[in-house]
């Protein structure tokens, strides 16, 4: 609208994650009009992540190191072996403080509709990190979506062999939720899921 | 809370409008994890628009020139002059295709409590851009709110001395909205300003 580098930075801007042609347009002549400094430490920002951030050798979580400091830590549990689709659900539980185990993050879930089998996520290098003993459980955090409880049950058979206890994080009604608006699925895993009181 | 780089990039994008700390992580981890190349393009283009883009010399709206497309064009109409807040509504305004004038953006509106008076939003320089002739009606524009209506009554009075039309833009119930949802203030200014069908 206003200049060729105008439009450029607006369609730049809408590769951002729902953020719409409108949002962009809001997004550029904020930062143009109001905040040029922080504009030029954005793409510093970007610049520096884009060139330094990448893949933990070990648990393929993000980091800017070799291995990433969760795996370096000694103060957390090696026997424990929390597995995740993605980094962001790292950072949630994480988040949740509820977990003082290791990390393994597949990259994804399977999906052979899409040609993601076990290999695109890595799985016979999970079998092999699990098969020096060390860990002697694995959670199974991957998404309650379809695909994450399939990739969760292909996990069990892949290491069948292996002494492992194996569990997943437990489904039902998230807390804070009113029941009328839980959905009819969720309800009845959480019914089928009841845990004793007395 | 992967690396330093990673918060200084979620730091970093929650400069944008409405984008809080949640929005700020996914957006970082889509970055790095799907779309790098798209974070290197919107650094360089945040670099350039930074870098290039200024107020127009004339009416104040933004380009990369030292006057805008809009103020150097032939097609549109000298007589006719726009004021608007910023260049967001010069935007909105070119984006609706109904109007062929030129544009004044005066960067604000009259704000005494903030300290923001006729000579921080330039009126002295428009009342002098109008003194010249050429114009001969100027559409107020200012948004629909209680500082946007005392700017344009401000305007009508500091112009009072030329031989100008003065014009706002209507206020009334806006298209496709249902009158029951329609607050009451801007109801009673439609029923005021009604306007004669036969």
Redesign the interface.
Known sequence: ??????D??V???R????VGPK?A?????????K??E?????????????S??HECGICH?????EV??ICCSTERDDQLLCVVE???DV?AI?QSGSFKGKYHVLGGHLSPLDGIGPEEIGIPYLVQRLSDGKVTEVILATNPTVEGQATAHYLVEATKHLSLQMTRIAQGVPQGGELEYVDSHTLSQAVHNRMKMK
């Open positions: 609208m206003f200049s060729d580098r105008f450029q930075l369609q730049a801007l590769i951002l994650p729902s949002s347009q809001r997004m550029a002549l904020h930062l143009i009009m905040n040029k922080g504009a030029i430490g954005l793409a510093h920002a970007l610049n520096e992540a884009t330094y951030i979580s993000l980091t800017e190191n990433c400091d993605s980094p962001a950072m994480e």
